[in-house]
C-alpha cells in the first residue's frame, strides 16, 4: 500500500510539474498574434461594430494572469461624427491565479492609458451606445440567461491587494446633435492607493470639465470582507473652477441595505459670481447691487437612511448674512418636514433687480388690459395636499422694498391641505403686527383667512419707505378680519369679505387741504392761486371702520377729529370696478381745541364728494348740496365761491335774477 501512495505521489508530481511547465513555457512559444483576427472577428459578429487590436499583444498565464493590448477601437455605427465610439491606447491587467481559489484577489496592475468614450445623439434621437449586438443574439444571451442563485450562497472576499490602479489621460466626449449641446471631460486621471480590504483607499482623481479644472482627493474604506456591508469612513475634498471647495466626510453604513450615512458637509466661501464667469456664463440673476452674491459659504451635518434624513448644526452665510438650520425629511412621497430657521439681517433690496424704467405712453397704451381669468393656467395644488410641514422661521431684521421689519417669527403648519400661518408676527416703525392667516386648498379653488392685528406703527416713515409717498401721517392701530376665494387678483377682489377698523391718531392727510377745500370753494374751482406748499389736513383722530362683501368695502361712519374739523365720511369703494363713491360731511367748529372736544360747535358745514376711479380720484366741495340744503346765510355761499361784492363786483353783477339759481347753473356746466 505504500508503494503505491508512493507512485501515485510522484505521478502527481510529476503531472503538477508538467502543468506548470507548460503554463510558463506554452505563453513563450504560442504566438497569441495569430489569434487576433479571429478575436476580432468574434466581436464584430457579437456586437456589429468594427473592432480592431493592435499588433502589441501579450498574454501570461502564471503566476500572473495578465493580458496586455494596445491600440483598441471599438466602432460607431454609420452616420455618427466620430469613427470610434470607444478606443484605448494601451491596456494591461494582470491578476495572481492560485489565491483566487481561496476568494483572494490579489492584482499587481490595472493600467489604461488614453482611453476615449465618444457617446453621441443623432437629431432623430438615436443614441450610439444603443443596439449593440444583432437582435438573435440578444434573444439567445436571455434565453440562455442562468437562474437566479440562492441567496444563501456567499460573495464574500477574503483577501484583496491590488499593487498598481490607474486611468490615465481619459476622455469623455458627449454630443447631442438634436440640442446642439456638447460636453467633453479630458485630462482624466484616476490613481487608486493602498487597495484593500482592511485599510482605507486613498482615491486621487482629477479632470477638465468643459475647459474648468475639477480635482477630488481623500480616502474611503476599509470596505470589508463582504463589500457594501458595514460601516464605510469617507473623507473627501472637492475642488472645482479653482473656486468651490468641498468637503465631505463621515461614514456609510451598509449602502448595499439598509443604506444609512452620517456626514459632515462643508462647502467653503465662494463666489457665485466668479463660479458663472469661469463658465463662461452670464450671471443668471441681476440684482440691484452688483456687490451682492460675492460671498457664500455653506455647512451642515446631515445624518439618515433611505427612508429619513435629518440634517443639524446648519449654516449658510450669504453675503453680510448669517442663517442658522436644522430640518428632517421623511415620506419623500409627501415629503413630510420639520424646519427651523433663524436669520440674523438681510437687505432684500440689494438682491431684488432694478425696477424698469416707465417709459411714457399716450393714455390709450397706459390703460392697462386686463387678461381673461379662464386664460391663465390654473395652479395644481396636489403638491401642497400632500405635504406635511411644521416650519419656524425667526429673523432679526429685514429690508425689503424699503421697509425695515425686525423680530419675525413665522410658525407654518401644513396637513392634508391646509396651511396655517400662526403666529406671524414683527415689529416694524416703532409697532408691532401680530397676524394668523389660514390657506385651505383641498378645493380646485383657494380659501384664505387671515387676521391682522398692528398697534403703534408710524405710518407716515413706513409708507416713504417702502412706496414712495406721502399719503397720510400717524400713529396707526388696526384689527381686521378678511376672507377670499380666488387665486388672481380680479377673483380675490370678488369675494373679499370682511370687517375691520383703522384708527389713526396724531397725524395728518397729506395732499389733501380738507379745510381749504370746504371753506374755500372757489379755490376748488379753479378760481384762485394755488397753494405754494403742499397742502395737508392734520387730524387728532382719524377711525375708518369698514365691512366688506363680495368686493364692495363701505365705510360705517369713518370720521376725523381735527383741530377745526369734525368730519364723517360714509360711502362705498367698490374693488372690483375700482370706483370710489364717498361723501365728506364736515363742520368747522369754532374753537382751537382739537382732540377730546365732543361739544357741538356752530360753523359753516360744506360736503366733499370722492368720486372717479383709484388711479384718478376726483375730490370736490358739493356745492350743489350747499345750494339745494337749510343754510344759515345763503350769501355767504357766494361769496365763498365768488368773494364779496367789492372784491369781484363784476362777477357778482352777472346774477341777475336769481343768485342761486345762477350758482347751480353754473356748478351744473
Known amino acids: ?98 489565491p483566487l481559489l481561496s476568494k483572494k484577489i490579489e492584482v499587481k496592475t490595472f493600467v489604461m492609458d488614453e482611453p476615449t468614450i465618444n457617446l453621441e445623439k443623432l437629431k432623430n434621437g438615436k443614441a450610439n451606445w444603443q443596439d449593440i449586438g444583432n437582435k438573435t443574439q440578444k434573444k439567445e444571451v436571455a434565453e440562455s440567461k442562468p437562474e437566479k442563485t440562492s441567496s444563501d450562497q456567499s460573495l464574500a472576499i477574503e483577501e484583496l491587494k491590488v499593487e498598481s490602479f490607474s486611468i490615465n489621460k481619459g476622455q469623455l466626449i458627449f454630443i447631442d446633435q438634436g440640442t ?81 450615512f452620517d456626514l459632515n458637509v462643508n462647502v467653503a466661501s465662494f463666489s457665485p459670481r466668479k463660479i458663472m464667469a469661469s463658465l463662461n456664463q452670464e450671471f443668471p440673476v441681476q440684482t440691484k447691487d452688483p456687490d451682492v452674491l460675492k460671498l457664500v459659504s455653506f455647512k451642515t451635518h446631515i445624518k439618515g437612511n433611505k427612508d429619513n434624513v435629518f440634517l443639524s448644526n446648519g449654516e449658510i452665510i450669504l453675503d453680510d448674512s448669517k442663517m442658522l438650520f436644522s430640518a428632517t425629511a421623511k415620506e419623500f412621497s409627501k415629503p413630510n418636514m420639520k424646519i427651523n430657521l433663524k436669520l440674523d439681517t438681510i437687505d432684500l433690496d440689494r438682491y431684488l433687480p432694478e425696477p424698469p424704467v416707465k417709459e411714457e405712453t399716450s393714455e390709450a397704451e397706459s390703460k392697462p388690459v ?29 429690508k ?122 372757489k379755490a376748488t374751482l379753479g378760481l384762485s392761486e394755488k397753494p405754494k406748499e403742499k397742502p395737508r389736513t392734520d387730524f387728532a383722530e382719524l377711525k375708518i371702520p369698514f365691512t366688506s362683501k363680495k368686493g364692495l368695502v363701505n365705510t360705517i361712519g369713518a370720521n376725523m377729529i381735527s383741530p377745526f374739523l369734525r368730519i364723517i365720511v360714509k360711502g ?52 350743489k348740496g350747499i345750494v339745494s340744503g337749510d343754510l344759515p346765510d345763503t350769501k355767504e355761499v357766494i361769496e365763498q365761491v365768488l368773494g364779496t361784492k367789492e372784491e369781484q363786483k363784476e362777477t357778482v353783477e352777472s346774477f341777475k335774477e336769481d343768485p342761486i339759481k345762477e350758482l347751480e347753473n353754473f356748478l351744473s356746466d
Request: hydrophobic letters at 40%.
Open 1 to 98: 500500500m505504500k508503494r503505491i501512495f508512493k507512485w501515485l505521489s510522484i505521478i502527481s508530481g510529476i503531472f503538477i510539474v508538467l502543468i506548470v511547465a507548460a503554463i510558463i513555457i506554452l505563453p513563450k512559444i504560442i504566438d497569441v498574434k495569430k489569434y487576433k483576427p479571429l478575436i476580432e472577428q468574434k466581436v464584430v459578429g457579437a456586437t456589429g461594430r468594427s473592432f480592431t487590436l493592435g499588433d502589441e499583444i501579450d498574454l501570461s498565464v502564471f503566476p500572473w494572469v495578465g493580458i496586455k493590448v494596445t491600440d483598441v477601437h471599438f466602432g460607431n455605427p454609420s452616420g455618427y461624427s466620430g469613427k470610434d465610439m470607444v478606443s484605448v491606447k494601451n491596456f494591461e491587467v494582470r491578476l495572481k491565479v492560485l
Open 180 to 260: 446642439g449641446v456638447r460636453k467633453e471631460i479630458s485630462d482624466l486621471n484616476l490613481k487608486l492607493v493602498n487597495i484593500s480590504l482592511e485599510n482605507p483607499v486613498g482615491i486621487l482623481f482629477d479632470a477638465i470639465v468643459d475647459g474648468n479644472q475639477l480635482s477630488l482627493e481623500g480616502t474611503a474604506g476599509p470596505i470589508g470582507k463582504e463589500p457594501g456591508k458595514g460601516t464605510i469612513a469617507i473623507d473627501f475634498v472637492l475642488k472645482a473652477l479653482n473656486e468651490l471647495e468641498v468637503k465631505l466626510n463621515g461614514s456609510l453604513v451598509d449602502p448595499m441595505t439598509s443604506q444609512k
Open 370 to 398: 386686463k387678461p381673461a381669468e379662464s386664460s391663465k393656467k390654473k395652479t395644481d395644488y396636489g403638491p401642497l395636499r400632500k405635504l406635511v410641514l411644521d416650519g419656524k422661521i425667526n429673523a432679526g431684521k429685514v
Open 400 to 521: 425689503a422694498h424699503g421697509a425695515i421689519v425686525e423680530n419675525i417669527k413665522i410658525h407654518i403648519l401644513a396637513k392634508k391641505g391646509i396651511i396655517t400661518i400662526d403666529p406671524l408676527s414683527l415689529d416694524l416703525y416703532k409697532g408691532s403686527v401680530a397676524s394668523k392667516i389660514n390657506l385651505n386648498v383641498q378645493k380646485n379653488n383657494p380659501v384664505t383667512k387671515m387676521v391682522l392685528k398692528a398697534n403703534g406703527i408710524q405710518a407716515g416713515p413706513l409708507l416713504k419707505d417702502s412706496m414712495q409717498m406721502e399719503l397720510i401721517e400717524g400713529t396707526v392701530k388696526s384689527n381686521i378680519t378678511l376672507a377670499m376665494i380666488g387665486e388672481t387678483p380680479e377673483m380675490i377682489k370678488k369675494t373679499l369679505t370682511g370687517k375691520g377698523e383703522l384708527l389713526f391718531t396724531d397725524g395728518a392727510i397729506i395732499g389733501i387741504d380738507l379745510a381749504g377745500l370746504v371753506r374755500n370753494a
Open 572 to 623: 362705498d369703494a367698490d374693488l372690483v370696478k375700482e370706483l370710489l363713491d364717498l361723501r365728506v360731511d364736515p363742520k368747522f367748529v369754532a374753537t382751537l381745541k382739537g382732540q377730546g372736544d365732543t361739544k357741538e360747535r356752530s360753523g359753516l358745514m360744506v360736503p366733499v364728494n370722492i368720486t372717479g376711479t383709484f388711479d384718478s380720484p376726483k375730490i370736490r366741495p358739493d356745492l
